[in-house]
């Protein structure tokens, strides 16, 4: 599957940006996705994932500001970043797993930069 990510940007304190990641190459459905984020010199974080099942789970540090989502209809997965804070600055990257194999992949990578 190739997964395409985009939506990230420069945003002010306080607002709000949606990423959008785009799969392609495989069933939709069969995969559970999630949101990572890096900085330069630090580890992978996870952020938000979402299941088949359409479960979602959070870091605490953005439970409450940040919805994971996905349509099926159009192959994307969204997360929905309120109330943003400079700490949320990074590159968000888009993960998808197989339920079948487990096999892991990324997109690129979208930058979001919150700053005033």
Do not use: H
Not at 17 to 26: E, F, I, K, P, Q
Not at 27 to 49: H, M, P
């Amino acid at each position: 599957v190739q997964l395409v990510e985009s939506g990230g940007g420069l945003v002010q304190p306080g607002g709000s940006l949606t990423l959008s990641c785009v799969a392609s190459g495989s069933i939709f459905s069969l995969y559970d996705y999630k949101w990572y984020r890096q900085n330069v010199g630090t580890q992978r974080e996870l952020v938000a994932s979402i299941n088949s099942g359409e479960e979602t789970d959070y870091v605490d540090a953005v439970k409450g500001r940040f919805t994971i989502s996905r349509d099926i209809s159009k192959k994307t997965v969204y997360l929905q970043m309120d109330n943003v804070k400079p700490e949320d600055s990074a590159i968000y990257l888009c993960n998808a797993i197989s339920t079948y194999s487990g096999a892991a992949y990324w997109g690129q990578g979208t930058l979001v930069s919150v700053s005033s």
